[in-house]
């Protein structure tokens, strides 16, 4: 009798546990957002580079894309130094030498940075040796063309020598291409951006440009791209169109499906690119004869921005009140 009670007792406390707790529910998906549209206002000589955020369907920031000359990663890990090819600049590492003395680009092989934003596509390169935990310079001096603004002015060239990497800051020096106007240089790592930027033409200075990375998915900027001739060889040109942020945002394109049925069941399905210019600028299309743009609207992306949220984009224009350089966008939360 007593063995019974005790079993009895057991199951009631075990019952009595069971309905302190919930049973599991689904969580929700998040609602589908509204139909937004805005436009972009970039300017028709292409001036302004614009930073937009998704979910609020806003402008974060803005600047003129001639702001700058070289880009420094701030990652913990990163070292990498890009330039500003809104700009169509170049670089060309001229081997060992004195920094300081004047230098002779005959012949130099000049490289410009991929629009993909591929590590390994950065003109720089690994611009340093280890030395224990310090990251220093290999010696090499570098040629640097800061190439044209916005009405097509040459900008010139300079010598720079990156001399090392230490406890998150970058050290460098800057001169005339041909000699003299020697002037030390410092960027500090800010962990909230992508890159720190610098200006030489501006007097030598750090240039906060970017906002932080968690604030922006997409950039609408002019940038220099790789194109290829019929026969397969490859040559830079100066594009207008739209970068991803590097901070984990993805992207998917999508010529099938009209973009009203464009859902999250649909978007879960696609494949996605890292690739920066995944976006780029093919979504609008030249006619010489007319000398106008006509927009792609068949082209729909879909984006993944860091937090995991899907929303979809489309172009349909690229005017406002006749003038280009106002691509006009319309999105959607799916």
């Known amino acids: 009798m007593n063995r019974l009670i005790c079993c009895i007792m057991i199951l009631l406390i075990a019952t009595g546990l069971g309905s302190c707790f919930k049973t599991d529910t689904a969580v929700p998906e998040p609602e589908r957002g509204n139909v937004l549209v805005d436009t972009i206002s970039m300017t028709s000589s292409y001036l302004y580079q614009v ?41 060309a590492d001229m081997g060992i030498r004195t920094f300081g003395e004047p230098v002779d680009t005959t012949g130099a092989e000049w490289k410009f940075d991929k629009s993909d934003g591929n590590p390994d596509s950065i003109a720089t390169g690994r611009w340093f040796t280890l030395n224990g935990t310090d990251t220093v310079s ?28 230490k406890l998150g800051t970058y050290y460098f020096r800057t001169a005339a291409i041909n000699g003299g106007n020697i002037s030390p240089a410092l ?35 002019q940038y220099t791209t790789l194109l290829f001739t019929d026969g397969g060889a490859a040559y830079p040109y ?45 979504w609008k299309v030249y006619n010489s004869t007319a000398d106008a743009y006509t927009v792609r609207t068949n082209l729909s992306y879909v984006i993944r921005n860091s937090l995991g949220y899907y929303y979809k984009l489309r172009f349909i224009s ?5 003038v280009k350089g106002y691509p006009v966008i319309e999105t959607q939360r799916l």
């Not at 030489?200 to 970017?210: D, K, Q, S, T």
């Not at 690229?318 to 006749?322: D, V």
Request: glycine share 8%; hydrophobic share 40%; proline share 3%.
């Open 138 to 165: 290999n010696g090499h001096v570098w040629a640097l063309d800061l190439g044209r603004d916005t009405l097509g002015t040459y900008l010139g060239l300079r010598q720079i020598i990156f001399d090392s990497l």
């Open 318 to 322: 690229f005017y406002k009140a006749g």
């Open 51 to 91: 930073y937009f955020r998704l979910d609020s369907g806003m402008v974060v920031a803005t600047n003129k894309r001639t702001d700058s000359d070289l880009g420094f990663e701030c990652r913990a890990e990163g070292f990498h130094i890009i330039l500003n090819t809104a700009d169509f600049m170049r670089i």
């Open 187 to 221: 960027v500090s790592k800010e962990p909230s951006v992508n890159y720190l930027y610098f200006g030489i033409r501006a007097g030598n200075v750090v240039l906060p440009l970017e906002p932080p990375k968690n604030l922006y998915d997409l950039e609408f900027t």
């Open 238 to 282: 100066l594009v207008t169109g739209v970068l991803s942020n590097p901070d984990g945002v993805r992207v998917a394109v999508d010529t099938v499906n009209a973009f009203s049925t464009i859902d999250l069941t649909l978007a879960r399905t696609l494949h996605y690119s890292l690739s920066q210019d995944a976006i780029g600028y093919n």
